[in-house]
């Protein structure tokens, strides 16, 4: 298969994205005032109808505007730090959230339908596995186009963020093992569970890259490729399958970045150009990782794949 050089979004190293200074942005006292204000303006506005039309952010509009062309078009990633959590009640906090972020895409459900924010903690008292769980969670990515991650309380240990940059995963393997990357490039039976966002449950294929345009759409996570070769109709991994997969997982290690996310920072990533994962964490009793969750869709008519 004939490999394309990927250059949109930048490929990147761990070492390289931390001398790139795009990607952060920290929020001066100005553009909360304003941020304070919309959310004053939006008191009885249900989240689901929060939009850029009626969210005046006017000062932060240039700055969410740069945030977006970084997510599309630079790194695939971006940082915000300065959000202050302790500042609104819950449901005040909820709308400056969703604020700010619609203005990089159009917030969807999540959680079956139920909501457009998703916790994001320890229930493994409740039965709550991956996600749901402290235990570390392997390399994947979601099923939008951008996911953001507010940080309202961190945990007492671990619990670190981990990105990696697919574009650049997929120029090494071209590199280093075509053979491997065009496997990759084939398609992989997946199970779908049915979970978050409701839908039947069932097998589909598709591949972990795929050219699209100029640009490069990943899909990856090994959890539902591992249930679909456990399935009653059985779909197992091929030993090809599985060792392109250890390379992708390998290539991620390498040039991977780790981003702790304090409380009142928030991540945005370009879910088909980054890769994430998450080191265990550990709680105590005055102590809790807590962060919420959106998805967020690209509006009509809107592409970043060139």
Known sequence: MAHRHISTPIPWRGAELSQHTGWHHA????????????VEANADTPLNAISPANFPLDRLAERLGQIREELLKGSGVAKLTGFPVSHWAMPALQRAYIGLSSFLGTPTPQNRGEGLLREIRDRSDEGGTRVDSADALNWHNDRTDIV???????????????????????????????????????????????????????????????????????????????????????????????????????????????????????????????????????????????????????????????
């Open 27 to 38: 929020l001066t006292a100005h553009e909360l005032d304003e941020l304070d204000a919309a």
């Open 148 to 306: 953001g991650l507010l940080s309202l309380s961190e945990a007492q240990r671990g619990g670190i963020s981990r990105i990696a940059s697919a574009i650049a995963i997929h120029n090494h393997l071209a590199a280093v093992n075509p053979a491997q990357l065009d496997t990759l490039l084939a398609d992989y039976a997946r199970f779908a569970p049915g979970d978050e966002v409701g839908g039947s449950s069932g097998i589909y294929r598709a591949p972990v890259f795929r050219y699209e345009g100029t640009t490069l759409l990943t899909h990856y996570s090994r959890t539902y490729i591992t249930q679909a070769a456990a399935h009653a109709h059985g779909h197992p991994l091929s030993a090809a399958q599985a060792s392109a997969l250890e390379a992708l997982v390998d290539a991620a290690d390498q040039l991977s970045f780790e981003m702790p996310l304090l409380t009142g920072e928030i991540q945005y990533l370009n879910n088909y150009a980054i890769l994430h994962s998450r080191s265990a964490f550990t709680d105590s009793e005055h102590q809790h990782r807590l962060l919420w969750r959106v998805w967020l869709s690209l509006r009509d008519g809107e592409t970043w794949t060139g």
